[in-house]
């Protein structure tokens, strides 16, 4: 699985989108982009994923550049609850995913009122 | 639907002591991941079961070893604990083995 390259940490305003990039350049071709978050003493928790195409849910939205060598997971208006450990994670998709998460550093996201 | 549970929450050991940690998965998920999470880093894993059978391991030591049974439920055991093995035990469960992970909230262990 490719390594990926985050941020040590970030702060956001409250109300305002936040903006959490990830540096993955080696990816192949048949590798996803999963997006986790670990708010403080809990596990981490699902956000979204994506193989090339922006992908949004009702937590997230998931932009990855045309050559797919870094993405963006943007939370559109940050709450408290938001701050927490992000996870970039790339791994192999389809029938060859065999379901290991290779978690790095992540970005400490501090949300400020 | 309760999802990931695992028990104890909590747990202090004395070095060389074994422990067994317990993992209930999501309703309906037939994988189950174990991870360790030392302070301060990001979780490792440590192996997968997949129809009652160690799918998949990581670089752990053969201390390390797991169960999984015909409800889906899952054991992980540590023998002959050490100081570094203190953390935060995850489970993660999944349906099939590549799809999204669902996490529990962890078990503690403190090895004194």
């Known amino acids: 699985d490719a390594k990926t390259t985050q941020p040590t940490s970030m702060d956001c305003a409250e109300g305002r989108a936040a903006n959490l990039p990830c540096n993955h350049s080696t990816i192949s071709g048949n590798e996803y982009v999963y997006w986790y978050r670990q708010i403080h003493s809990q596990g981490p928790q699902y956000i979204i994923h994506?193989?090339?195409n922006n992908e949004t849910n009702e937590m997230a939205s998931l932009i990855i550049t045309e050559d797919r060598k870094s993405s963006t997971l943007i939370l559109p208006h940050a709450t408290l609850r938001d701050t927490a450990v992000y996870y970039c994670i790339v791994r192999v998709g389809g029938s060859s995913n065999t379901g290991k998460l290779i978690f790095g550093q992540g970005t400490t996201l501090q949300v400020k009122p | 639907d309760a999802g990931v549970t695992q028990s104890p929450t909590h747990l202090i050991k004395t070095r060389g002591q074994q422990v067994t940690l317990r993992c209930s998965p999501k309703s309906g998920h037939d994988t189950v991941s174990w991870y360790q999470q030392a302070l301060g880093q990001g979780p490792q894993f440590i192996f997968q079961?997949?129809?009652?059978?160690?799918?998949q391991r990581g670089n752990f030591p053969d201390r390390f070893s797991g169960h999984q049974f015909p409800n889906y439920s899952s054991e992980l055991n540590v023998n002959a604990l050490l100081l570094g093995d203190s953390a935060l035990y995850l489970c993660a469960s999944s349906l099939p083995p590549g799809a999204e992970a669902f996490f529990g909230q962890g078990t503690r262990l403190t090895v004194v």
């Open positions: 079961y997949y129809e009652e059978e160690e799918r």
């Open positions: 994506g193989l090339k």
